[in-house]
């Protein structure tokens, strides 16, 4: 079924995700792991006034006014509605339980009317198992009054804490559904069904008079085979879903005390803070380490390639940002699951699923991918000197640094041909120059950590090298600024085009069967020449050539209507719009400089467009400044945290 690109709100416990609209209702269900798979195809909560109403009000329905929070610093989420016109109000608790595939909706129904009435609650799910609406089954259990929905070794028992009123089974778009026998508030009592099935489970709460209010709790219990979801269903039930909120509640104040709660002594900023931490908490898988860019909302691929994955580069701004905030040990479990993902010559593709295997990509080879781990063993060392984990990262370490010293192009010097930072172009990046240096650099110092002086020689008079590189090939005087790449490849025709009107392009063989053609110089302006001076410090900050390359970069890129930065001239992606990790890379460049001003404009310009649940999305809206696309994505949340702190190291916070 369709469901919305834009994502208001999630929950979850590091190997659940689900993800709400801003009414509440449930859109995405990801289990056994956070990137797959996605169980859910439709939800519903309902509200049936016996008596009263023809059909029921479904209580996601525009007659809401919906208003939704989290419950202080956790990932418990409370959304509420009141039908003015009904009379009733509502408030739906929703919480995954830390170490249980356990996702807990507790309801509380008021009578806001002055009359008498008699509400039964409805509870509507079509699941898709393992992903598809095909081969799935769902039956009624009676000793347990649950709904039982199951493919193969995938299981959802599903049921009250209440006595059931009511059940039936069905199938979608069909005569028979379960969601067209829910309209009325009468269930029909089918059964069984199977294919692409529905189930709704009806609950009677009784007769409220005014002021009176009811509750059910709701338990959604995910198992591997029957016995073991209708045994978790019963321990939930027995546990109650008060202690079990508590015990959520708890997790999360424990988890957040290891590290940084309010560095910087402003409520809101500090409150942003601990969000970012608890989504970027949400999106790292606890089993494996894995850490996804967002929840999955374009399965399909219809506006994008997708988020659900995992990015070695991505993953490494986020695991830095838990390094300094004071949470190793999630950074080091990515870092574990790195060592797992590496492939066999040494390296890492451009993306993978959550316990490492390889996920679909338009571009295996990534230079800036494999450097960013090697830049992030370093990062974590620097800040933790734990020497028990470098020895134990120091082989994948170098053999990473090994591949990268193998693909460096001996003609021009530069790391050889891969898709760019934004996996828009093929071509000899500075970015990827810039992390691979980085990689460098960072492989030498760790391996004098190791007394390893022969190799961390080596790996120095690589990182000199290829900085002279950068500097004597990528430095372009007429635009007083650094070019973005060289040999970007073009089409044949653009090829011919161009040679024929006198610019400079060239023909290679490097693609093993086919020709390959170029053009000699990318000048394009790009956001990403910063990471030339931050993070891999090629340059100084305060380099003439960086503060030109900069300067341009905060000239040309600003929006001028909403502000926030652009990733280049031209960016066509929904749109073209300013994006949150652009606009905090910005402030970290500028904050490097010693513009300390500068640099905290930048960070309040992300806390000004986060959403009203504090998520910080991919872009900016360029006309309005709504937030744009994707939410939440966790490299935004972990540019925020870097920007926070840097600000924090540099006194810019007073009490």
Same mark, same amino acid.
């Given at each position: 079924?369709?469901?919305?690109?834009?994502?208001?709100? *999630?929950?979850?416990? @590091?190997?659940?995700?689900?993800?709400?609209?801003?009414?509440?209702?449930?859109?995405?269900?990801?289990?056994?792991?956070?990137?797959?798979?996605?169980?859910?195809?439709?939800?519903?909560?309902?509200?049936?006034?016996?008596?009263? &109403?023809?059909?029921?009000?479904?209580?996601?329905?525009?007659? #809401?006014?919906?208003?939704?929070?989290?419950?202080?610093?956790?990932?418990?989420? &409370?959304?509420?509605?009141?039908?003015?016109?009904?009379?009733?109000?509502?408030?739906?608790?929703?919480?995954?339980?830390?170490?249980?595939?356990?996702?807990?909706?507790?309801?509380?129904?008021?009578?806001?009317?002055?009359?008498?009435?008699?509400?039964?609650?409805?509870?509507?799910?079509?699941?898709?198992?393992?992903?598809?609406?095909?081969?799935?089954?769902?039956?009624?259990?009676?000793?347990?009054?649950?709904?039982?929905?199951?493919?193969?070794?995938?299981?959802?028992?599903?049921?009250?804490?209440?006595?059931?009123?009511?059940?039936?089974?069905?199938?979608?778009?069909?005569?028979?559904?379960?969601?067209?026998?829910?309209?009325?508030?009468?269930?029909?009592?089918?059964?069984?069904?199977?294919?692409?099935?529905?189930?709704?489970?009806?609950?009677?709460?009784?007769?409220?008079?005014?002021?009176?209010?009811?509750?059910?709790?709701?338990?959604?219990?995910?198992?591997?085979?029957?016995?073991?979801?209708?045994?978790?269903?019963?321990?939930?039930?027995? %546990?109650?879903?008060?202690?079990?909120?508590?015990?959520?509640?708890?997790?999360?104040?424990? #988890?957040? %005390?290891?590290?940084?709660?309010?560095?910087?002594?402003?409520?809101?900023?500090?409150?942003?803070?601990?969000?970012?931490? *608890?989504?970027?908490?949400?999106?790292?898988? /606890?089993?494996?380490?894995?850490?996804?860019?967002?929840?999955?909302?374009?399965?399909?691929?219809?506006?994008?390639?997708?988020?659900?994955?995992?990015?070695?580069?991505?993953?490494?701004?986020?695991?830095?940002?838990?390094?300094?905030?004071?949470?190793?040990?999630?950074?080091?479990?990515?870092?574990? #699951?790195?060592?797992?993902?590496?492939?066999?010559?040494?390296?890492?593709?451009?993306?993978?699923?959550?316990?490492?295997?390889?996920?679909? /990509?338009?571009?295996?080879?990534?230079?800036?991918?494999?450097?960013?781990?090697?830049?992030?063993?370093?990062?974590?060392?620097?800040?933790?000197?734990?020497?028990?984990?470098?020895?134990?990262?120091?082989?994948?370490?170098?053999?990473?640094?090994?591949?990268?010293?193998?693909?460096?192009?001996?003609?021009?010097?530069? +790391?050889?041909?891969? *898709?760019?930072? #934004?996996?828009?172009?093929?071509?000899?990046?500075?970015?990827?120059?810039?992390?691979?240096?980085?990689?460098?650099?960072?492989?030498?110092?760790?391996?004098?950590?190791?007394?390893?002086?022969?190799?961390?020689?080596?790996?120095?008079?690589?990182?000199?090298?290829?900085?002279?590189?950068?500097?004597?090939?990528?430095?372009?005087?007429? =635009?007083?600024?650094?070019?973005?790449?060289?040999?970007?490849?073009? @089409?044949?025709?653009?090829?011919?085009? &161009?040679?024929?009107?006198?610019?400079?392009?060239?023909?290679?063989?490097?693609?093993?069967?086919?020709?390959?053609?170029?053009?000699?110089? =990318?000048?394009?302006?790009?956001?990403?020449?910063?990471?030339?001076?931050?993070?891999?410090?090629?340059?100084?900050?305060?380099?003439?050539?960086?503060?030109?390359?900069?300067?341009?970069?905060?000239?040309?890129?600003?929006?001028?209507?909403?502000?926030?930065?652009?990733?280049?001239?031209?960016?066509?992606?929904?749109?073209?719009?300013?994006?949150?990790?652009?606009?905090?890379?910005?402030?970290?460049?500028?904050?490097?400089?010693?513009?300390?001003?500068?640099?905290?404009? &930048?960070?309040?310009?992300?806390?000004?467009?986060?959403? +009203?649940?504090?998520?910080?999305?991919?872009?900016?809206?360029?006309?309005?400044?709504?937030?744009?696309?994707?939410?939440?994505?966790?490299?935004?949340?972990?540019?925020?945290?870097?920007?926070?702190?840097?600000?924090?190291?540099?006194?810019?916070?007073?009490?």
């Amino acid at each position: 079924m369709d469901k919305p690109l834009l994502i208001d709100a *999630i929950t979850g416990n @590091s190997r659940m995700l689900v993800t709400f609209d801003r009414q509440g209702q449930l859109h995405h269900l990801f289990w056994p792991d956070i990137d797959r798979h996605q169980q859910v195809g439709k939800t519903l909560l309902g509200l049936f006034l016996t008596g009263r &109403r023809e059909e029921t009000l479904w209580l996601s329905g525009h007659a #809401w006014e919906h208003h939704q929070e989290y419950q202080g610093d956790t990932a418990i989420l &409370r959304t509420t509605g009141v039908h003015r016109e009904a009379g009733m109000a509502f408030l739906c608790t929703d919480f995954c339980v830390p170490g249980r595939p356990l996702l807990v909706r507790r309801l509380r129904f008021v009578n806001q009317g002055q009359g008498e009435v008699h509400p039964v609650f409805l509870h509507y799910a079509a699941l898709d198992l393992e992903g598809s609406p095909q081969l799935n089954a769902c039956y009624y259990h009676a000793g347990a009054g649950a709904l039982v929905y199951y493919r193969q070794h995938t299981v959802c028992a599903l049921g009250f804490d209440r006595p059931v009123s009511g059940y039936t089974c069905g199938r979608e778009q069909t005569d028979g559904a379960a969601l067209w026998d829910a309209f009325d508030g009468h269930l029909n009592g089918r059964g069984i069904e199977m294919g692409d099935v529905d189930g709704c489970l009806a609950c009677d709460l009784g007769r409220l008079g005014p002021g009176e209010a009811a509750e059910v709790d709701v338990f959604w219990y995910w198992a591997s085979g029957r016995a073991e979801a209708l045994a978790g269903l019963e321990e939930a039930r027995r %546990s109650g879903a008060e202690r079990l909120a508590r015990e959520t509640a708890r997790f999360w104040k424990q #988890w957040l %005390s290891r590290g940084l709660t309010a560095p910087s002594h402003n409520e809101t900023l500090d409150r942003l803070f601990r969000r970012s931490l *608890i989504t970027i908490k949400l999106l790292s898988n /606890s089993e494996h380490g894995g850490i996804i860019a967002a929840p999955e909302a374009d399965p399909g691929f219809v506006g994008s390639g997708g988020y659900g994955y995992c990015w070695p580069r991505d993953a490494v701004w986020v695991a830095t940002a838990l390094t300094e905030a004071g949470h190793a040990e999630e950074a080091e479990g990515f870092y574990r #699951w790195a060592r797992e993902a590496q492939e066999p010559e040494g390296c890492w593709y451009q993306r993978y699923y959550c316990d490492g295997s390889l996920a679909p /990509s338009w571009g295996l080879l990534q230079g800036d991918e494999t450097a960013s781990v090697v830049f992030g063993v370093f990062h974590h060392f620097a800040l933790t000197h734990d020497l028990a984990l470098l020895r134990e990262l120091w082989p994948m370490v170098r053999r990473a640094t090994e591949f990268l010293r193998r693909t460096l192009d001996p003609c021009t010097g530069l +790391p050889g041909p891969s *898709i760019d930072l #934004w996996e828009e172009r093929l071509e000899e990046s500075a970015y990827a120059a810039a992390a691979t240096f980085g990689a460098f650099t960072g492989a030498a110092y760790l391996a004098r950590e190791l007394n390893q002086p022969t190799e961390a020689g080596e790996y120095q008079k690589e990182a000199d090298r290829l900085r002279e590189t950068i500097l004597t090939r990528l430095w372009h005087p007429p =635009d007083d600024r650094f070019l973005r790449g060289l040999l970007r490849r073009i @089409s044949r025709g653009e090829y011919l085009h &161009r040679r024929a009107c006198g610019e400079e392009v060239c023909e290679t063989h490097d693609s093993g069967l086919y020709a390959a053609y170029a053009e000699l110089l =990318d000048r394009g302006l790009d956001v990403s020449l910063l990471g030339l001076a931050v993070p891999f410090g090629v340059l100084s900050p305060s380099d003439p050539r960086m503060r030109a390359t900069a300067g341009q970069i905060a000239r040309v890129l600003e929006n001028p209507r909403v502000g926030g930065i652009h990733r280049y001239p031209g960016d066509s992606y929904r749109g073209g719009n300013p994006w949150m990790v652009c606009t905090l890379w910005l402030g970290l460049y500028e904050l490097a400089q010693g513009e300390v001003e500068r640099a905290r404009q &930048r960070l309040d310009w992300a806390v000004a467009h986060r959403t +009203p649940l504090d998520l910080l999305p991919e872009q900016v809206n360029r006309e309005t400044g709504a937030p744009f696309w994707i939410v939440p994505l966790s490299w935004s949340h972990a540019m925020f945290i870097h920007l926070l702190l840097a600000l924090r190291r540099r006194g810019a916070f007073h009490r």
